[in-house]
C-alpha cells in the first residue's frame, strides 16, 4: 500500500493522536508553529532525546524534539519526537504533574517506536493489503479491529524495548502507574483497543524488567 493511501486509511477510521506519529507528523507540527511561538525545534529537549536513544544502545541517534501546544503526550513520527507542554516542563524543571524521570520513561517508548521502524512494520500489515485489494473498506469493524490489533502489537513491542536500559524500563512504569493515578483504572479491554490496558502494560514490563535484573529492586520485584 502506498504511503498516501494510507495516511488517508489512517485518517478516516482513528484520532492520530492516539497513533504515535505513524501518520506525517508535518500537518501537527505546522499548526503548531502557527498558534506557539514557543513551539517548534527545542535544542535541549533533541540533546535529552538523544541522551535516551543512547542509553537504549542506539549509535549517533538523530532524533529531533519538537515542543507542541498540546498539553500531555509524545508522539514519535519520521525521525522525530513531538513533546507536550506538560512534558516538557518536567524536563526543563519547571512546573508538572509529572517527573522528568516519568517523563524519560515514556520518551524511551516513543524511541522504540523510531528503533523498530513502526510505521513501516504497520504499511506492511495484511490489514492494509486487504484494503488496498478492495477485500474490506477502511470504514468496517473488520478493519478496524485488525488494525487495533497490530497497533496493540506494536506498541507492546515499544514497552519492551526499554528493557534496552532497565532504568528507563522501570520509569516507563513509575509513569503508567502516575496514569492510573490520575485517571483511574483502565476501561475493560475491547477489539477496538489500539493500547494494551494500562495494568496489562505494568504487569508485562514490571516482569520482563524483574527478570532483566535478577530481581533485585525491592520497589518493583518484591515477591514474597
Known amino acids: ?11 478516516s477510521v482513528t484520532n492520530t493522536s492516539r497513533f504515535h ?9 505546522v499548526r503548531d508553529m502557527v498558534k506557539c ?28 524534539a519538537i515542543k507542541t501546544s498540546e498539553k500531555e ?11 507536550s507542554q506538560e512534558y516538557a516542563a518536567a524536563l526543563e524543571n519547571a512546573t508538572s504533574l509529572f517527573t522528568a524521570e516519568e517523563v524519560e520513561g515514556t520518551l524511551a517508548h516513543e524511541i522504540g517506536h523510531l528503533a523498530l521502524d513502526h510505521s513501516n512494520s504497520l504499511l506492511a500489515d495484511p490489514c492494509f493489503d486487504a484494503v488496498d485489494n478492495g477485500l474490506i473498506k477502511p470504514s468496517s469493524d473488520t478493519f478496524q479491529i485488525c488494525l487495533a490489533k497490530a ?3 506494536i506498541e507492546k513491542q515499544a514497552d519492551l524495548f526499554t528493557l534496552r ?50 530481581y533485585n529492586d525491592i520497589d518493583l520485584c518484591n515477591i514474597s
Request: charged share 20%; aromatic share 8%; hydrophobic share 35%.
Open 1 to 11: 500500500m502506498s504511503i498516501n493511501n494510507y495516511n488517508s486509511v489512517l485518517d
Open 21 to 29: 506519529g505513524l501518520l506525517s507528523t508535518l500537518p501537527w507540527m
Open 37 to 64: 511561538k514557543s513551539c517548534g525545534f527545542n535544542d535541549y529537549l533533541t540533546q535529552k532525546v538523544r541522551d535516551i536513544a543512547s542509553q537504549l544502545g542506539i549509535l549517533d541517534p538523530q532524533y529531533v
Open 73 to 83: 503526550g509524545a508522539i514519535a513520527g519520521d525521525n522525530h519526537i513531538l513533546i
Open 151 to 153: 497497533n496493540r502489537q
Open 165 to 214: 536500559e532497565p532504568s528507563l524500563a522501570k520509569k516507563l512504569i513509575q509513569m503508567m502507574k502516575k496514569w492510573l493515578l490520575l485517571s483511574g483504572s483502565s476501561v475493560p479491554s475491547s477489539s477496538f483497543d489500539h493500547h494494551p490496558r494500562t495494568e496489562t502494560r505494568i504487569d508485562y514490563l514490571r516482569e520482563g524488567y524483574c527478570d532483566t535484573v535478577q
